[in-house]
């Protein structure tokens, strides 16, 4: 198991993850996102996905922080709030 310390607070690495998707996920609701959209949008800012692709990265909670960055910079999310 990989630990991670985050302000002082100790959390497994899959608990880090869910957190991650579960903010992405947030903000695709919060823009009326949906993946297929998505697919779009990430298409305009130069990053090819496919939606299987986009689904299983966010039921696994397993991306990147590139990936992250490009698909809030696709939706236009100007802040995102760290739970």
């Given at each position: 198991?990989?630990?991670?310390?985050?302000?002082?607070?100790?959390?497994?690495r899959?608990?880090?993850e869910q957190k991650a998707a579960n903010l992405l996920k947030a903000q695709l609701k919060l823009k009326g996102i949906t993946y297929?959209?998505?697919v779009e949008r990430l298409a305009d800012v130069g990053v090819e996905e496919k939606e299987a692709n986009i689904?299983?990265?966010?039921?696994?909670?397993?991306?990147t922080a590139a990936f992250m960055l490009a698909c809030?910079?696709?939706?236009e999310a100007?802040?995102?709030?760290?739970p």
């Open positions: 198991m990989i630990l991670l310390s985050y302000g002082g607070y100790m959390a497994d899959t608990e880090w297929a959209q998505l689904r299983n990265k966010l039921s696994r909670g397993k991306f809030l910079s696709a939706i100007t802040s995102v709030p760290i």
